[in-house]
């Protein structure tokens, strides 16, 4: 895969294959995004799978062990082939690619996880996201609020952009990411960045 291919993919599998064999995605951020495809079907999960995907977010951020992980999952056993049962899996590549798959239930959705693993993978053929002396108490205080609150919708991102703007940031792929539309959620690769998360 080539810089061009990883922007314009519409195939989450492709994209999973090549970070799993470059080795440019850590396991917390496979995990999130596993975390991520089991979101986009909330509402189909029943509360057992709601609980190992809050688990596995836990897991990702290091607030929940292993052994809970396990226990969640073995708890949701019966749901199966749910993206639940997989955002929960022990192996986080497994976890992102199965979520994934099992997630898939609209024709569309495949091309919403390749923009959901863009946003939080960001570009791997780019340098990795450093943030500047821009990177204030205070942006770094409504990071924290986005990521807490899971609000990464497009105004809060937007607000949070325009701070970065103010205090200097003139690098334009990390503003434009923040005010695009389109999907965003824990692991954005900026929110990330700016919080010191890999």
């Not at 607000?159 to 692991?187: M, W």
Request: aromatic residues 6%; contains cysteine; neutral net charge.
């Amino acid at each position: 895969m080539d810089e061009v291919t990883w922007l314009a993919s519409t195939d989450p599998a492709l994209m999973l294959g090549f970070l799993q064999t470059s080795g440019r995605a850590s396991d917390r951020k496979l995990r999130l995004f596993a975390v991520s495809c089991s979101r986009r079907v909330w509402n189909w999960l029943d509360a057992l799978g709601q609980a190992a995907v809050e688990i596995a977010e836990e897991y990702a951020d290091g607030r929940a062990s292993a052994d809970q992980l396990r226990a969640a999952r073995l708890a949701c056993k019966l749901a199966g082939g749910s993206a639940a049962w997989y955002a929960a899996a022990s192996n986080p590549v497994v976890a992102a690619r199965n979520a994934a798959l099992s997630a898939q239930a609209v024709p569309a959705e495949r091309t919403l996880q390749a923009a959901l693993l863009r946003d939080i993978i960001g570009n791997p053929f780019r340098r990795e996201t450093v943030i500047g002396p821009w990177g204030s108490s205070t942006i770094r205080e409504m990071a924290e609020a986005v990521y807490a609150e899971r609000d990464f919708s497009r105004p809060r991102l937007a607000t949070l952009a325009e701070a970065l703007e103010k205090a200097g940031c003139a690098d334009s792929e990390l503003l434009d990411h923040l005010r695009r539309p389109g999907l965003h959620s824990r692991g954005c690769f900026v929110v990330d960045a700016l919080l010191g998360k890999a």
